[in-house]
Nanobody, 123 residues
Framework: QVQLVESGGGLVQPGGSLRLSCTIS????????IGWVRQAPGKEREAISC????????WYADSVKGRFTISKDIDRRTVHLQMTTLTSEDTAVYYC????????????????WGEGTVVTVSS
């Protein structure tokens, strides 16, 4: 069974940066895709970025394109999300999300979920 563990959330000032990490265990398939899905207070879950662990494919939602960068460290089974130029609109619980079928560009494509890490952007 795949387990996803997030780290790196916290409080950051507007305009600041933060890096989230997702450590993956239990993955045995040939193909697996890792993404980040966030849920702001009172809003639905939103997929914001994903990456193929075996394939070199990356996707970003328009809301984070140019500000967030996703990357992978295969040896450490870790996926990072570097977030820059943060605004209050980025305040949310950020979930690491995995799929063995396709890039999780929407929450409905997610098979495996982490517990989530809270990101708060506030002065």
């Amino acid at each position: 069974q795949v387990q996803l563990v997030e780290s790196g959330g916290g409080l950051v000032q507007p305009g600041g940066s933060l890096r989230l990490s997702c450590t993956i265990s239990g993955f045995r398939g040939d193909f697996y895709y890792i993404g980040w899905v966030r849920q702001a207070p009172g809003k639905e879950r939103e997929a914001i970025s994903c990456i193929g662990l075996k394939e070199d494919i990356i996707w970003y939602a328009d809301s984070v394109k140019g500000r967030f960068t996703i990357s992978k460290d295969i040896d450490r089974r870790t996926v990072h999300l570097q977030m820059t130029t943060l605004t209050s609109e980025d305040t949310a619980v950020y979930y690491c999300a995995g799929s063995s079928v396709t890039m999780p560009t929407a929450p409905r494509w997610v098979d495996d979920w982490g517990e989530g890490t809270v990101v708060t952007v506030s002065s």
